[in-house]
C-alpha cells in the first residue's frame, strides 16, 4: 500500500506500546510530510543521546542518568524500607504522591510462566543482595494483577524467613488495575493499607 521505506518506518512505531496502525501512520506521515529535517534530527538524536546516558541504578536497577540513581543516593531518605515494584514508572507514580519516603527495588516484570517470564529474568537476586541488617520492611506495591500478584507472593515466601517484615499494598488499587494509571489519592490509600504477607 505504501512505498516499503514508508511501510517500515510504520512498522517501527507500530512496535511501540499504545500506539496502533493507524497511530503509526499518522507519525509517519508527520515526520515525512511536515517536519522538517532538522526537527527529525535533533529528535533522532535526543532519542540516541537518552539512550546511550540513561542506565539500570546498580542498586533499585531503576532507570537513571547518575550512579547510584538519585533517590538511593538521597540522605534524606528512610533506607530501612525498601518499595518494590514492576516498572520505573511506578516509581514515578508513587514518587507524585509525596508520601513515601523509603527507597524503591523496580523488577522490570513480573512472574508470568505463561509468557516464558521467570525468576531469573526480573532484578530478584539485586533485591535479596539489598536485604542487610538496615532493611526493616519491604513493600510489595507490584500491580494487583494475576502476575503482579504472583510476584509478590514468590517473593515473600524468599524474604519473610530472613526475618525481614513483608507488607503489600491493599486498598484502592482496583483488581487486574495498572498502578500507573492511578490517581494519588488511590495510592495514598494503597500504601496505608498495606498488608503483613
Ligand atoms: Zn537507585
Known amino acids: 500500500m505504501f512505498p516499503p521505506l514508508i511501510e517500515d518506518l ?34 533522532t538524536n535526543k532519542i540516541l543521546v537518552a539512550k546511550d546516558n540513561i542506565c539500570f541504578c546498580p542498586v533499585c536497577q531503576n532507570l537513571t542518568d547518575v550512579t547510584p540513581c538519585r533517590i538511593c543516593s538521597s540522605s534524606k531518605r528512610d533506607n530501612s524500607i525498601i518499595c518494590v515494584v514492576e516498572n520505573p514508572k511506578d516509581v514515578i507514580a508513587i514518587e507524585k504522591t509525596k508520601e513515601y519516603n523509603g527507597l524503591y ?29 538496615n532493611v526493616k520492611e519491604i513493600i510489595m506495591a507490584t500491580n494487583p494483577t494475576v502476575s503482579g500478584t504472583a510476584t509478590a507472593v514468590y517473593l515473600s ?30 495510592l495514598i490509600k ?7 504477607m
Do not use: C, W
Not at 483488581?175 to 488511590?186: K, P, Q, S
Open 105 to 133: 527495588h523496580v523488577l522490570h516484570g513480573a512472574l508470568s510462566p505463561m509468557d516464558g517470564i521467570s525468576p531469573d529474568d526480573l532484578k530478584i537476586n539485586e533485591l535479596l543482595l539489598r536485604l542487610d541488617s
Open 10 to 43: 510504520i512498522e517501527s512505531y507500530a512496535q511501540l506500546p499504545g500506539i496502533g496502525r493507524k497511530s503509526a501512520e499518522r507519525i509517519a506521515f508527520h515526520i515525512l510530510d511536515n517536519m522538517p529535517k532538522e526537527s527529525v534530527i535533533e529528535m
Open 157 to 186: 515466601k524468599l524474604i519473610a524467613p530472613m526475618g525481614v517484615k513483608v507488607t503489600r499494598i491493599a486498598h484502592g488499587i482496583p483488581v487486574g488495575g495498572d498502578l500507573e494509571y492511578a490517581d494519588e489519592i488511590t
Open 190 to 196: 494503597a500504601l496505608e493499607g498495606r498488608q503483613n
